[in-house]
């Protein structure tokens, strides 16, 4: 069995030891510099013509292709609206009970 005194220093040491490591951090933050140019890459010499990677086409054609699906779908959508379903309603009831529901003005004589 340890002595009282060694268990002290060997809980204060292993205390010590645990406050000084940094478990999660991996040591300091590491980031691209700021650089000055566009995305971080450098101007081509004149002549050169930038090489696309593979990722960028797949990219643009999934970013541009679902925003115009998202807008014909959003013009398609149908009109589930509360006035719309009221106006359809009330069309309905008058035209059960023999109302007209749209205006038609009564022809008067001109002056």
Same mark, same amino acid.
């Given at each position: %069995?340890l002595?009282?005194?060694?268990?002290?220093?060997?809980?204060a040491?292993?205390g010590?030891?645990l406050r000084?490591? @940094?478990f999660?951090?991996? #040591?300091?933050?590491?980031?691209?510099?700021p650089? +000055?140019?566009?995305?971080g890459?450098?101007?081509?010499?004149p +002549?050169?013509?930038?090489?696309?990677?593979?990722?960028?086409?797949?990219w643009y054609? +999934?970013m541009f #292709?679902? %925003?115009?699906f998202?807008?014909?779908?959003?013009y398609?959508?149908?009109?589930?609206?509360?006035?719309?379903?009221?106006?359809?309603?009330?069309?309905?009831? %008058?035209?059960?009970? +023999?109302?007209?529901? @749209?205006?038609?003005?009564?022809?008067s004589p001109s002056?």
């Open positions: %069995m002595h009282s005194s060694q268990a002290v220093r060997l809980s040491r292993a010590a030891q000084g490591r @940094r999660a951090s991996h #040591g300091a933050p590491q980031f691209n510099e650089s +000055g140019w566009l995305f890459e450098k101007p081509l010499p +002549g050169q013509k930038r090489v696309k990677e593979s990722w960028e086409n797949i054609f +999934g #292709g679902s %925003m115009a998202a807008m014909v779908m959003l398609y959508k149908p009109d589930n609206s509360v006035e719309s379903w009221a106006l359809h309603e009330a069309k309905e009831r %008058m035209e059960a009970r +023999g109302e007209i529901y @749209r205006y038609s003005p009564s022809s002056s």
